[in-house]
């Protein structure tokens, strides 16, 4: 058996207290979304958000992409950690979600960097592989039940060397439990069997709800 040991939140303080301080923006959108009640759950966690930093620094990464966008705080954190001549763009259909995320953007000095489509996120991405773009990061993290078609859409943008980043592929758990059946755990399980599949290297990070790094 591998040595873990569960993470909770008493190390996750110990761990934000040994690291990189976050951006004053950055802190002020998470107290706003702390504010919004059980649909504060679409945000990533703010140890996936560090890591999307770390892979961006690391690799030089010059370009992202992000399908399922809400009140901004991983595509800002992107912003943060992508040079000034990136190429950024954020995908959700979500029109009241948008313009809350573009008032923090302007806030951090980033909205010069991000452009927002407010449109479905498979007829987005259609349009960007028309366009032929490339991209270094793929965050995908929007409905779920379209997990499946956002990934082969997103292995057609991912450029050579980037990477395909999808959220909630643990579920809380659940998706290790056969017994729970609720229809939005058996799509994530038929997502992780399908990932699984796939010629693509990948793994599943057990980080925020589960982060599955595809490469």
């Given at each position: ?65 992000e ?5 901004g ?35 951090a ?9 407010c ?17 270094d ?69 057990p ?9």
């Amino acid at each position: 058996m591998d040595k873990n040991f569960i993470i909770d939140q008493n190390m996750i303080n110990y761990i934000f207290s040994h690291t990189n301080n976050l951006h004053k923006v950055q802190k002020k959108l998470l107290k706003y979304n702390e504010k919004l009640g059980h649909i504060k759950k679409l945000q990533i966690s703010i140890l996936q958000a560090n890591f999307i930093q770390f892979i961006i620094k690391i690799n030089n990464y010059k370009s992202y992409l992000e399908i399922g966008t809400f009140t901004g705080y991983s595509i800002l954190s992107a912003a943060l950690a992508l040079p000034k001549n990136c190429k950024l763009i954020g995908i959700d259909k979500n029109l009241k979600t948008n313009n809350e995320a573009i008032k923090f953007f302007k806030e951090a000095k980033q909205d010069k960097k991000i452009n927002l489509l407010c449109e479905n996120g498979k007829i987005a991405l259609e349009n960007l592989i028309k366009k032929k773009e490339k991209y270094d990061v793929i965050l995908i993290d929007a409905d779920k039940e379209n997990y499946i078609n956002y990934f082969n859409q997103s292995l057609k943008l991912k450029s050579k060397k980037g990477i395909i980043l999808i959220d909630n592929t643990l579920w809380k758990g659940d998706v290790a439990n056969p017994k729970i059946k609720d229809k939005l755990t058996v799509k994530l399980r038929e997502f992780n069997k399908y990932i699984k599949k796939s010629p693509i290297s990948k793994y599943i990070l057990p980080i925020g709800d589960g982060f599955t790094v595809c490469w």
